[in-house]
């Protein structure tokens, strides 16, 4: 059973940049689908990103396209965020999950492990 520990959330101005880290314990790594989340104040958490197995294919949220990145290091078995252009939007606690077989990457259903989150503020 793969463990998940979020890191590097915490207050940013509007337009700056960070990086969120989910390190993985427990599990091969590189057989897990990974995906970000996010769960702002009073709304549903929603999908932000996802990379598959080998780190070849990622997809985004419409919403963070062109300013999210998300990106896999096999030594380190850690998955990453970086986040640039940051939006007072942006605002949310950020999930790390991971899934061996997946079909709907989006569908938080779908993911049976899950760190405890790390919150990302923007500030205006």
């Known amino acids: 059973q793969v463990q998940l520990v979020e890191s590097g959330g915490g207050l940013v101005q509007a337009g700056g940049s960070l990086r969120l880290s989910c390190a993985t314990s427990g599990g091969t790594f590189s057989s897990y689908v990974m995906g970000w989340f996010r769960q702002a104040p009073g709304k549903e958490r929603e999908f932000v990103a996802v990379?598959?197995?080998?780190?070849?294919?990622?997809y985004y949220a419409d919403s963070v396209k062109g300013r999210f990145t998300i990106s896999r290091d096999f030594a380190e078995n850690t998955v990453y965020l970086q986040m640039n252009s940051l939006k007072p939007e942006d605002t949310a606690v950020y999930y790390c999950?991971?899934?061996?077989?997946?079909?709907?990457?989006?569908?938080?259903?779908?993911?049976?492990?899950w760190g405890q989150g790390t919150q990302v503020t923007v500030s205006s």
């Open positions: 999950a991971a899934q061996a077989d997946i079909v709907d990457y989006g569908d938080q259903e779908e993911y049976d492990y």
């Open positions: 990379i598959n197995w080998s780190g070849g294919k990622t």
